[in-house]
């Protein structure tokens, strides 16, 4: 049958969820062959579904049809093809695992944890179902049970390359950083780069996505379309000098956390010596970006509130004469407590009295914590706010608004779902930032974003009572998320599109 390829063989798909990290989604495509345009596979379809008119409960030719379906973009379709298939047989591995990602990847993420769910239920001696509903679970927060399922793929396939990054993810958020370390290696140095697969129809633009093994990168998942860009991902820990890589048009520099993966940085900036292509955010951009360089640059600026930080050993709390945790004299409670390189609030502590010093830092993964300044900052009703503006290609564009009655506001854990005046107070930010935020807000963004100069990157902020910008944040680690496919948030649509097409138009200016 021309034109089709079996896909009886596991491929992987590499997509970004709500994390920094870069996950690996197991499908059953044959990534493997070359790249197809459009309208050969249209030519496939119509001859499957010639074929399918005579037979059609024919599992195999539709499992196929669906494939081909999912891989031209044809989302809705594909679904529908999938759910066919397992209406014939609820127990198709491939069915299963191909719509679980399908769900995840048009905003169906609760459905596609169910699906995930069920083929290991019906296969639980399949590794790459583990690992998806590892991979979901993981984005999710669910560390322990992720672990699970990674120890899972693992007992079933010692050497799965996936489980092994997977579960290495998982450890350091756990803080076993030895473990972590362990299933690093095992995971990326025999697979230290990964070509990804490519759906579109033109010939794609061929992108070196640069990225830490450690983690602290930018979530490209959604920058990166697969019916536009070809990415080509290089470990920068694990590459060695004679790895030849594939020929490409652009280097996007995804290593972003100066914090957590500052060594990567360094690797990445010797690497990029010899390179010729275009770079998006070269590392040296990169490097004064951490809490404590963000809060050193900004800090005294008209206009710019920024909370004192400080890194510090665990043991310096300690006073030696009495063997208890005590802040240091120029410090004052409520004060806030954070292992570095970690985001969306884990290992982010809020320490009221000096009584719960000592339990607040044994709680904390690693040997340093940071130390910073807590400012109250909720407004006249008791709420708190955090505004995300992303940089790009020197313009400001709204990401999202988060408001909550906790200090800890993070859009994914506010309280933005249960109200609808939040919504529409995010509505308003969406469609009318300037006006929301007022011109002096605006000037100090603009003033950031020139500073920094990265190509992308986002800031995050609030404002207080006399109309300053209390800087949290400014970096190239933020997250852009298409939001959930819920009714309800169809009014972030537009914001988050115009950002991934505008980042878009920016990456192909830089190679024109």
Known sequence: MEGVATREDNGVNHVTGDTEMEQSRETHYDHSRSWQPQHVREVAIHALETRLANDPDNVALLFER???????????????????????????????????????????????????????????????????????????????????????????????????QGLSYVLAELGDEEGALFHRQK??????????????????????????????????????????????????????????????????????????ASSALIDAKVWLESAFAPVINPPSSLETTGRLAIAKRFRGIPGIIVPRVTRWPKTSFIDPTTREARLPQEWHFPILLRAPGYHTGRHFIKVDHERELSTALDSLPGQDVLMMEYIDV????????????????????????????????????????????????????????????GAKVMETLQYIQKELGLDYAGIDFTVNENGDLVLFEANATMVVVPPDADPIWDYRRPAVNRILHTAQQMMMEKIR
């Open 187 to 260: 995971g990326f140095e025999c697979q230290s780069v990964i070509t990804q697969p490519y759906y579109g129809e033109k010939a794609p633009v061929s992108v070196l996505l640069l990225m830490s093994a450690i983690g602290g990168n930018t979530p490209t998942r959604w920058l990166l379309d697969d019916h536009v860009f070809q990415v080509h991902t290089v470990i920068v820990e694990y590459v060695q000098p004679t790895t030849k890589l594939p020929p490409h048009q652009l280097i996007f520099n995804a290593i972003s956390d100066a914090d957590l």
């Open 378 to 437: 909720r407004g006249a009703d008791g709420k708190y706010r955090k505004y995300r503006v992303m940089m790009i290609g020197g313009q400001l564009y709204p990401l999202h608004l988060a408001v909550s009655f906790d200090w800890k506001v993070h859009y994914f854990t506010s309280e933005m779902a249960e109200h609808v005046s939040n919504r529409e107070e995010e509505a308003r930010f969406l469609a009318r930032m300037q006006d929301v935020l």
């Open 66 to 164: 669906a494939c081909l379906l999912a891989e031209s973009g044809k989302f809705n379709a594909a679904k529908t093809a999938y759910i066919q298939i397992l209406m014939l047989d609820h127990t198709h591995l491939g069915a299963l695992n191909n719509l679980g990602t399908l769900l995840y990847q048009t905003g169906y993420r609760t459905a596609a944890l169910t699906t995930y769910h069920e083929a290991v239920v019906q296969h639980p001696e399949d590794p790459a179902g583990h690992v998806n509903l590892a991979n979901l679970l993981y984005e999710n927060g669910d560390y322990e049970k992720a672990r699970e399922h990674y120890e899972l793929a693992l007992q079933l396939a010692p050497t799965h390359l996936q489980a092994h």
